[in-house]
Protein backbone atom coordinates (compact mmCIF):
# COMPACT_ATOMS: atom_id res chain seq x y z
CA UNK A 1 0.00 0.00 0.00
CA UNK A 2 1.51 3.31 -1.01
CA UNK A 3 1.19 6.22 1.79
CA UNK A 4 -1.20 9.14 1.30
CA UNK A 5 0.99 12.03 0.89
CA UNK A 6 -0.19 15.33 1.40
CA UNK A 7 1.35 18.62 0.35
CA UNK A 8 0.68 22.16 1.01
CA UNK A 9 1.58 24.62 -1.55
CA UNK A 10 1.25 28.38 -2.77
CA UNK A 11 0.10 28.38 -6.24
CA UNK A 12 -0.09 31.62 -8.45
CA UNK A 13 -2.93 32.36 -11.08
CA UNK A 14 -3.69 31.19 -13.53
CA UNK A 15 -1.36 27.79 -12.35
CA UNK A 16 -4.00 25.19 -11.11
CA UNK A 17 -6.78 27.29 -11.24
CA UNK A 18 -9.07 25.62 -13.49
CA UNK A 19 -8.76 22.70 -11.04
CA UNK A 20 -9.50 24.89 -7.97
CA UNK A 21 -12.84 26.28 -9.95
CA UNK A 22 -13.80 22.46 -10.48
CA UNK A 23 -13.23 21.82 -7.18
CA UNK A 24 -15.54 24.96 -5.62
CA UNK A 25 -18.56 23.52 -7.37
CA UNK A 26 -17.71 20.21 -6.41
CA UNK A 27 -17.72 20.98 -2.74
CA UNK A 28 -20.53 23.48 -3.19
CA UNK A 29 -22.92 22.06 -5.24
CA UNK A 30 -24.51 19.21 -2.50
CA UNK A 31 -24.29 21.49 0.68
CA UNK A 32 -27.95 22.51 2.36
CA UNK A 33 -29.10 25.74 1.17
CA UNK A 34 -26.53 26.17 -1.75
CA UNK A 35 -28.55 27.79 -4.95
CA UNK A 36 -28.15 25.70 -7.95
CA UNK A 37 -27.77 28.26 -10.40
CA UNK A 38 -24.68 29.75 -9.05
CA UNK A 39 -23.31 26.39 -9.14
CA UNK A 40 -24.42 25.50 -12.64
CA UNK A 41 -21.38 25.64 -14.59
CA UNK A 42 -18.33 23.72 -14.23
CA UNK A 43 -15.59 26.19 -12.53
CA UNK A 44 -16.36 28.77 -10.16
CA UNK A 45 -13.80 31.22 -11.26
CA UNK A 46 -13.41 34.76 -10.54
CA UNK A 47 -11.79 38.35 -11.12
CA UNK A 48 -10.34 38.67 -8.11
CA UNK A 49 -8.77 35.14 -8.33
CA UNK A 50 -6.13 36.84 -10.78
CA UNK A 51 -4.34 38.99 -8.03
CA UNK A 52 -4.79 36.46 -5.41
CA UNK A 53 -2.28 34.48 -3.66
CA UNK A 54 -3.78 30.84 -3.46
CA UNK A 55 -2.74 27.55 -1.60
CA UNK A 56 -3.72 24.34 -2.58
CA UNK A 57 -3.47 20.84 -0.48
CA UNK A 58 -2.77 17.75 -2.34
CA UNK A 59 -2.90 14.11 -1.97
CA UNK A 60 -0.61 12.39 -4.71
CA UNK A 61 -0.56 15.41 -7.45
CA UNK A 62 -4.50 15.79 -6.71
CA UNK A 63 -6.14 19.08 -5.30
CA UNK A 64 -8.29 18.15 -2.53
CA UNK A 65 -8.08 21.27 -0.66
CA UNK A 66 -7.64 25.10 -1.65
CA UNK A 67 -7.82 28.55 -0.24
CA UNK A 68 -7.30 32.09 -1.73
CA UNK A 69 -5.78 35.78 0.00
CA UNK A 70 -6.21 39.24 -1.77
CA UNK A 71 -5.07 42.47 -0.32
CA UNK A 72 -7.01 45.31 -0.64
CA UNK A 73 -6.22 49.00 -0.15
CA UNK A 74 -9.96 49.72 0.82
CA UNK A 75 -12.90 47.55 1.91
CA UNK A 76 -14.86 47.89 -0.78
CA UNK A 77 -13.02 45.71 -2.96
CA UNK A 78 -13.02 42.49 -0.05
CA UNK A 79 -15.30 39.88 -1.30
CA UNK A 80 -18.95 40.84 -0.15
CA UNK A 81 -18.12 44.08 1.10
CA UNK A 82 -21.28 45.25 -0.92
CA UNK A 83 -23.20 43.43 1.93
CA UNK A 84 -21.58 45.81 4.24
CA UNK A 85 -24.18 48.49 6.35
CA UNK A 86 -23.05 51.70 5.04
CA UNK A 87 -22.14 52.63 8.95
CA UNK A 88 -19.87 51.96 11.48
CA UNK A 89 -18.82 48.67 10.27
CA UNK A 90 -17.20 50.26 7.06
CA UNK A 91 -15.69 53.40 8.99
CA UNK A 92 -13.37 50.35 11.01
CA UNK A 93 -11.80 49.98 7.94
CA UNK A 94 -10.47 52.90 7.01
CA UNK A 95 -6.92 53.72 6.26
CA UNK A 96 -6.19 50.00 6.81
CA UNK A 97 -4.26 47.68 4.37
CA UNK A 98 -6.54 44.44 4.39
CA UNK A 99 -6.48 41.23 3.91
CA UNK A 100 -9.44 39.14 2.71
CA UNK A 101 -9.88 35.68 2.92
CA UNK A 102 -12.31 33.75 0.74
CA UNK A 103 -12.94 30.59 -0.79
CA UNK A 104 -11.69 27.97 0.99
CA UNK A 105 -12.81 24.77 -0.31
CA UNK A 106 -12.41 21.30 0.95
CA UNK A 107 -13.37 18.31 -0.99
CA UNK A 108 -15.99 16.48 0.71
CA UNK A 109 -14.04 12.98 1.09
CA UNK A 110 -10.83 15.02 2.61
CA UNK A 111 -12.62 17.14 4.90
CA UNK A 112 -11.92 16.52 9.01
CA UNK A 113 -7.94 16.47 8.65
CA UNK A 114 -7.20 19.81 9.85
CA UNK A 115 -6.95 21.49 6.29
CA UNK A 116 -8.50 24.50 7.16
CA UNK A 117 -6.00 25.63 10.23
CA UNK A 118 -3.02 25.03 8.02
CA UNK A 119 -4.82 27.22 5.17
CA UNK A 120 -5.76 30.19 7.49
CA UNK A 121 -2.31 29.73 9.32
CA UNK A 122 -0.38 30.12 6.03
CA UNK A 123 -2.49 32.67 4.67
CA UNK A 124 -2.19 34.56 8.17
CA UNK A 125 1.58 33.86 7.77
CA UNK A 126 1.35 35.46 4.17
CA UNK A 127 -0.58 39.01 5.80
CA UNK A 128 2.26 39.22 8.50
CA UNK A 129 4.43 39.11 5.79
CA UNK A 130 2.51 41.78 3.57
CA UNK A 131 2.21 43.94 6.60
CA UNK A 132 -1.32 44.10 6.48
CA UNK A 133 -3.44 45.76 9.03
CA UNK A 134 -6.48 43.76 9.23
CA UNK A 135 -7.66 40.34 7.98
CA UNK A 136 -11.45 40.21 6.83
CA UNK A 137 -13.26 36.33 6.27
CA UNK A 138 -17.04 35.94 5.52
CA UNK A 139 -18.46 32.40 6.58
CA UNK A 140 -21.94 31.11 7.10
CA UNK A 141 -20.94 27.92 8.48
CA UNK A 142 -20.50 27.83 12.32
CA UNK A 143 -17.67 25.99 12.55
CA UNK A 144 -15.66 28.06 10.57
CA UNK A 145 -16.85 30.99 13.13
CA UNK A 146 -15.74 28.84 15.98
CA UNK A 147 -12.59 28.29 14.27
CA UNK A 148 -11.95 31.61 13.09
CA UNK A 149 -12.73 32.51 16.43
CA UNK A 150 -10.02 30.42 18.33
CA UNK A 151 -7.67 31.80 15.25
CA UNK A 152 -8.23 35.61 16.92
CA UNK A 153 -11.20 36.56 14.56
CA UNK A 154 -14.34 38.15 15.97
CA UNK A 155 -17.45 38.54 14.61
CA UNK A 156 -17.76 42.23 12.94
CA UNK A 157 -21.59 41.53 12.17
CA UNK A 158 -24.11 39.35 10.26
CA UNK A 159 -24.48 40.46 6.44
CA UNK A 160 -27.56 40.17 3.74
CA UNK A 161 -27.38 36.70 2.63
CA UNK A 162 -24.66 35.73 -0.05
CA UNK A 163 -25.71 34.89 -3.21
CA UNK A 164 -24.19 31.03 -3.31
CA UNK A 165 -26.69 30.17 -0.33
CA UNK A 166 -29.15 32.80 0.02
CA UNK A 167 -31.20 31.40 3.18
CA UNK A 168 -28.39 31.52 5.61
CA UNK A 169 -26.73 34.15 7.52
CA UNK A 170 -23.39 35.32 6.46
CA UNK A 171 -21.01 36.52 9.33
CA UNK A 172 -18.34 38.74 8.34
CA UNK A 173 -15.05 38.93 10.74
CA UNK A 174 -11.99 40.82 11.18
CA UNK A 175 -8.56 39.65 12.62
CA UNK A 176 -6.63 43.21 13.67
CA UNK A 177 -3.19 42.19 12.75
CA UNK A 178 -1.75 45.07 14.51
CA UNK A 179 -3.20 44.37 17.60
CA UNK A 180 -2.34 41.03 17.19
CA UNK A 181 1.52 42.05 17.67
CA UNK A 182 0.32 44.51 20.13
CA UNK A 183 -0.62 42.44 23.11
CA UNK A 184 2.58 40.47 22.78
CA UNK A 185 4.52 41.15 25.69
CA UNK A 186 7.70 42.77 25.41
CA UNK A 187 11.10 41.06 25.10
CA UNK A 188 8.53 38.09 22.80
CA UNK A 189 8.51 37.28 19.64
CA UNK A 190 6.41 35.73 17.64
Not at 36 to 62: K, M
Not at 149 to 168: H, I, Q, Y
Request: net charge neutral; with cysteine; glycine share 4%.
Amino acid sequence: MIAEEYCLEKVTYPDRMDEIGVLRVRAWINEPGANPLFFSNRTWIEPLDQTAYHWVITRNGVIVAAARMNIHETIETAPYSFLLPKNESRFRFENQTIASFSRMVIDPLFRGNGFAEQLDRARIRMAEKKNVDVIVASTQLNFRIRALTKLGFSTVCELRNAPERPDWPLYFMQYDLKKQFADVPAGLSL
